[in-house]
């Protein structure tokens, strides 16, 4: 239990609490007018005390971190199972709380006697393991719960939702981090709570995968539409040829300059032929010009004038013959040239027939050659071809693989969920002991209210997990929602106890009243009051003083703390100044 609160800003209003209920009031002054207000007195600054001493986070914004406070520790004298322990914390080195503990003591085994500065991480720690009996040897609990995450359900906090589900002490908090927390407070198999949160968490996994894999992006990467099996069992077949091809592939050292010599001799082979294909044609010209001189007819021009009855002069005779003579000799000549001329294109074609079947021998070697052997460049080609191959036969395996995995995965983990199902059902069946405390303890909470409102649902969802709620029987009451948080910690408090756990300290912040009738916030005080002392927690309540109901103000009155905050002046606020 919480003994003392105070702080080394001389301003603060101390505060020193007793066993039971304690209710820290808010009061209006004589001097107040309709304009003044309560809500900046500090109740709400009181219940982040408790949270800044029990380990909470300090941000920027916090009013811890404020410039009127920033320097001054805040204080909180505890006392667990009579051994007492002073916490000291301050926001210039919120990361850190200052503890002293008792000459003696089991706190002093463990931290040391005066001044002890450590890590709020370890604080947190000691808190999760000595209250809440937390093992954080076993990692499954280590991973799922800490201190942080149970605490704030003894001391809720309405800035985090903290009153807007009885399940629930801030507005985001996921369902299945709720389930495993309230299955660890209750008593209940909270590991199978975890399994349940992981089980989902990889049927998200696989379900985002099969999103993903009908986006067009996926599509054209997992080539949508080919069978993977027929496309691996070609590229199969392909690689292996290309294999062979390889194996029997010889590299020639001088391939390149035998493939420029081939060329070479191509290309003289083929200009070669060219000219003989030319000077056959000339050949042939010349042999035709050489019958047609053959064939000039010798003419006898006397006899060709006798046959006409017409006589000659002599010298014209004479001067024909000569004539004759001249050209007979110009033909003689001229064949002679063209039978030079043939011998001489004929000569050539001959010499160019030997060139040309050398050149051809000699081709045929370098051709030998290059059909027996490969470039490097080709033998790279080949190689490049089968890397293509073979990366293309590995992603559609992967693929495959992939595939398949994912089949697998998606079966897998229905078995699962039936199995865990099947578990969850049979863990309740064995927990029922405490299953039935804490569903009669709201009960019990339930009836001493004016109407019975609440009821404890703990059970399966239609899915198989954990399903811990409130239920309410009367949805037309006033404050409904407001009942059954009180119900369900009133519930919480008393199963730490049951549980053989060090938690006994609920805080519930006057917003947990506000929409709530008079005569059910006194029989929630009533109730408070009786079953605190009855199983022995500390039950701390801030309230404005209108809405302590007058009917329990007589019953109640040594329960109301020494300090009343007031707005008569700054001096009357629990910091004793306004910020």
Request: net charge negative; hydrophobic share 35%; charged share 30%.
């Given at each position: 239990?919480?003994?003392?609160?105070?702080?080394?800003?001389?301003?603060?209003?101390?505060?020193?609490?007793?066993?039971?209920?304690?209710?820290?009031?808010?009061?209006?002054?004589?001097?107040?007018?309709?304009?003044?207000?309560?809500?900046?007195?500090?109740?709400?600054?009181?219940?982040?005390?408790i949270h800044f001493l029990?380990?909470?986070?300090?941000?920027?914004?916090?009013?811890?971190?404020?410039?009127?406070?920033?320097?001054?520790?805040?204080?909180?004298?505890?006392?667990?199972?009579?051994?007492?322990?002073?916490?000291?914390?301050?926001?210039?080195?919120?990361?850190?709380?200052?503890?002293?503990?008792?000459e003696g003591s089991y706190?002093?085994?463990?931290?040391?006697?005066?001044?002890n500065k450590i890590k709020?991480?370890?604080?947190?720690?000691?808190?999760?393991?000595?209250?809440?009996?937390?093992?954080?040897?076993?990692?499954?609990?280590?991973?799922?719960?800490?201190?942080?995450?149970?605490?704030?359900?003894?001391?809720?906090?309405?800035?985090?939702?903290?009153?807007?589900?009885?399940?629930?002490?801030?507005?985001?908090?996921?369902?299945?981090?709720?389930?495993?927390?309230?299955?660890?407070?209750?008593?209940?198999?909270?590991?199978?709570?975890?399994?349940?949160?992981?089980?989902?968490?990889?049927?998200?996994?696989?379900?985002?995968?099969?999103?993903?894999?009908?986006?067009?992006?996926?599509?054209?990467?997992?080539?949508?539409?080919?069978?993977?099996?027929?496309?691996?069992?070609?590229?199969?077949?392909?690689?292996?040829?290309?294999?062979?091809?390889?194996?029997?592939?010889?590299?020639?050292?001088?391939?390149?300059?035998?493939?420029?010599?081939?060329?070479?001799?191509?290309?003289?082979?083929?200009?070669?032929?060219?000219?003989?294909?030319?000077?056959?044609?000339?050949?042939?010209?010349?042999?035709?010009?050489?019958?047609?001189?053959?064939?000039?007819?010798?003419?006898?021009?006397?006899?060709?004038?006798?046959?006409?009855?017409?006589?000659?002069?002599?010298?014209?005779?004479?001067?024909?013959?000569?004539?004759?003579?001249?050209?007979?000799?110009?033909?003689?000549?001229?064949?002679?040239?063209?039978?030079?001329?043939?011998?001489?294109?004929?000569?050539?074609?001959?010499?160019?027939?030997?060139?040309?079947?050398?050149?051809?021998?000699?081709?045929?070697?370098?051709?030998?050659?290059?059909?027996?052997?490969?470039?490097?460049?080709?033998?790279?080609?080949?190689?490049?071809?089968?890397?293509?191959?073979?990366?293309?036969?590995?992603?559609?395996?992967?693929?495959?693989?992939?595939?398949?995995?994912?089949?697998?995965?998606?079966?897998?983990?229905?078995?699962?969920?039936?199995?865990?199902?099947?578990?969850?059902?049979?863990?309740?069946?064995?927990?029922?002991?405490?299953?039935?405390?804490?569903?009669?303890?709201?009960?019990?909470?339930?009836?001493?209210?004016?109407?019975?409102?609440?009821?404890?649902?703990?059970?399966?969802?239609?899915?198989?997990?954990?399903?811990?709620?409130?239920?309410?029987?009367?949805?037309?009451?006033?404050?409904?929602?407001?009942?059954?948080?009180?119900?369900?910690?009133?519930?919480?408090?008393?199963?730490?106890?049951?549980?053989?756990?060090?938690?006994?300290?609920?805080?519930?912040?006057?917003?947990?009243?506000?929409?709530?009738?008079?005569?059910?916030?006194?029989?929630?005080?009533?109730?408070?009051?009786?079953?605190?002392?009855?199983?022995?927690?500390?039950?701390?309540?801030?309230?404005?003083?209108?809405?302590?109901?007058?009917?329990?103000?007589?019953?109640?009155?040594?329960?109301?703390?020494?300090?009343?905050?007031?707005?008569?002046?700054?001096?009357?606020?629990?910091?004793?100044?306004?910020?």
């Amino acid at each position: 239990m919480i003994r003392k609160i105070s702080s080394t800003l001389s301003t603060f209003n101390e505060i020193v609490f007793h066993e039971g209920l304690n209710i820290l009031l808010a009061d209006v002054t004589q001097e107040s007018t309709d304009k003044d207000t309560r809500n900046g007195l500090g109740k709400t600054t009181f219940t982040e005390i408790i949270h800044f001493l029990f380990g909470g986070s300090c941000t920027k914004n916090s009013i811890f971190k404020l410039e009127q406070f920033i320097n001054h520790y805040f204080i909180m004298d505890l006392e667990i199972q009579g051994e007492k322990i002073t916490v000291k914390r301050r926001g210039f080195d919120s990361n850190y709380v200052y503890l002293e503990c008792e000459e003696g003591s089991y706190f002093e085994s463990i931290f040391g006697a005066l001044n002890n500065k450590i890590k709020i991480a370890e604080w947190n720690r000691f808190l999760g393991e000595y209250l809440f009996n937390l093992n954080f040897k076993d990692e499954q609990i280590n991973g799922n719960l800490k201190f942080r995450t149970l605490f704030p359900y003894f001391s809720r906090l309405a800035k985090d939702g903290g009153f807007l589900e009885a399940e629930k002490y801030f507005k985001t908090q996921k369902i299945h981090i709720t389930q495993i927390v309230l299955t660890y407070l209750l008593g209940l198999d909270t590991e199978l709570a975890i399994s349940y949160k992981r089980l989902e968490e990889k049927k998200k996994e696989v379900s985002d995968f099969r999103k993903a894999l009908n986006t067009e992006a996926y599509k054209n990467i997992m080539h949508e539409g080919i069978n993977l099996d027929t496309e691996i069992t070609i590229l199969s077949k392909e690689i292996q040829t290309s294999k062979n091809e390889l194996a029997n592939f010889q590299v020639h050292p001088k391939y390149k300059e035998i493939e420029i010599e081939a060329n070479e001799y191509t290309r003289k082979i083929a200009d070669l032929s060219n000219k003989n294909f030319i000077d056959r044609q000339i050949i042939s010209d010349l042999k035709a010009a050489s019958d047609n001189e053959e064939n000039i007819t010798d003419i006898n021009i006397v006899d060709l004038y006798n046959e006409v009855n017409v006589r000659l002069p002599d010298a014209l005779v004479k001067y024909f013959d000569a004539s004759k003579a001249f050209h007979e000799q110009l033909v003689r000549n001229r064949k002679n040239y063209l039978a030079n001329e043939l011998e001489k294109y004929e000569s050539d074609i001959q010499q160019r027939e030997k060139l040309i079947e050398k050149l051809s021998l000699e081709q045929s070697k370098n051709m030998e050659i290059l059909n027996t052997h490969g470039a490097l460049e080709q033998h790279s080609l080949l190689q490049a071809r089968l890397n293509e191959l073979v990366s293309k036969h590995e992603m559609y395996q992967n693929q495959q693989r992939f595939l398949t995995s994912l089949r697998e995965e998606e079966a897998n983990l229905k078995i699962s969920e039936q199995k865990l199902i099947l578990e969850i059902n049979k863990s309740l069946e064995q927990h029922s002991k405490i299953k039935n405390e804490a569903i009669l303890l709201v009960e019990e909470v339930s009836k001493s209210l004016y109407d019975s409102v609440a009821q404890l649902s703990i059970g399966q969802t239609k899915s198989g997990r954990y399903d811990i709620k409130m239920i309410s029987r009367n949805q037309g009451s006033t404050g409904i929602n407001s009942m059954l948080i009180y119900c369900f910690d009133m519930m919480l408090i008393q199963m730490s106890l049951f549980l053989n756990r060090k938690m006994d300290i609920l805080v519930h912040d006057s917003t947990l009243f506000d929409p709530v009738d008079e005569r059910q916030i006194a029989e929630a005080l009533r109730f408070g009051k009786e079953k605190s002392l009855e199983v022995g927690f500390q039950y701390i309540v801030t309230l404005n003083s209108d809405d302590l109901p007058e009917n329990i103000k007589d019953e109640v009155k040594n329960n109301i703390l020494p300090v009343i905050l007031t707005d008569s002046d700054e001096s009357g606020c629990l910091m004793g100044l306004y910020f």
